[in-house]
Nanobody, 123 residues
Framework: VQLQASGGGLVQPGGSLRLSCTAS????????MGWFRQTPGKGREFVAS??????LTSYGDSVKGRFTISKGGVKLYLQMDYLNAEDTAVYYC???????????????????WGQGTLVTVSS
């Protein structure tokens, strides 16, 4: 399975972006998925995750109330609102290779990773 993240770009503080992640080579409709982000000099940070059915989600403390994760078919989404400079990072989507998994917060629980899409929040 391959994942392709898209939707990154430059946005002003307070603005919104919607990231997408498309799976190929498999639907991942019954797989848990998630978003992580990374900035230079920092480790990979958990952003949001969703369980296999889409009914359970989990968010990092820094994005709670501002970001929304959702999934459908071969796609995973991350709606990002009220963006600020601290949200600037490369965002990665990831998926569990096993079906019927939970809303994992640890990167080690996810097996497939996309190439990342850059989000820059700046005026």
């Amino acid at each position: 399975v391959q994942l392709q993240a898209s939707g990154g770009g430059l946005v002003q503080p307070g603005g919104s972006l919607r990231l997408s992640c498309t799976a190929s080579g498999g639907t991942l409709s019954d797989n848990a998925m998630g978003w992580f982000r990374q900035t230079p000099g920092k480790g990979r940070e958990f952003v949001a995750s969703i369980n296999w059915s889409g009914h359970l989600t989990s968010y990092g403390d820094s994005v709670k109330g501002r970001f929304t994760i959702s999934k459908g078919g071969v796609k995973l989404y991350l709606q990002m609102d009220y963006l600020n400079a601290e949200d600037t990072a490369v965002y990665y989507c990831a998926a569990d290779r096993l079906t019927r998994g939970g809303a994992y917060t640890a990167a080690g629980n996810l097996d497939y990773w996309g190439q990342g899409t850059l989000v820059t929040v700046s005026s």
